[in-house]
């Protein structure tokens, strides 16, 4: 039990987990209110297909972020957009709900970022004894580059 719950989180924590929770939620919330009852859908006609659609596309692109944690850039700014793009096309983006839950877990897949490597410890190299003095390296002369008569940083000429 201990094992799976720390698997789990070590899962979870490696990848943006909740910015494709909330994505799949927004998706689901989109796609399901056009799938009235018959009666209702045939009053709404061809309306609920970008809906369902983009509810789908949704729920996509939180799954990719969840198992191609790579991509969630592309993922987040895509959610996004569609969530935005649901408030117009989908009954107010699944009254307002999908909406902001698809821009929430866009924003949170866009800005996740993996840990970072905790620091090596601060003793002494491998191989050298402890009582031993720090090596010292001299610092090297930085490079000199010519100061460009602009204040362009690209180096476009006036």
Not at 11 to 39: D, E, M, N, Q, Y
Not at 50 to 66: D, E, F, N, R, Y
Not at 112 to 132: K, L, T
């Amino acid at each position: 039990m201990l094992l799976s719950r720390s698997r789990w989180r070590r899962w979870r924590r490696s990848r943006p987990f909740w910015g494709g929770l909330f994505a799949v939620l927004a998706g689901s919330w989109i796609c399901v209110l056009p799938l009235a009852p018959l009666k209702i859908m045939l009053q709404q006609g061809v309306a609920g297909i970008p809906s369902v659609l983009m509810g789908l596309v949704m729920i996509v692109l939180g799954l990719t972020a969840w198992f191609a944690p790579p991509q969630r850039a592309l993922a987040g700014v895509l959610t996004t957009l569609i969530a935005t793009a649901a408030l117009v096309l989908s009954n107010l983006g699944g009254f307002l709900i999908g909406t902001l839950l698809g821009i929430l877990g866009g924003g949170l897949m866009f800005a996740w970022q993996p840990y970072a490597a905790s620091a090596p410890p601060a003793g002494p190299p491998a191989g050298q004894p402890a009582s031993a003095p720090p090596v010292t390296v001299p610092p090297s002369a930085p490079p000199t580059d010519p100061p460009t008569p602009h204040s362009d940083p690209q180096g476009a000429q006036p």
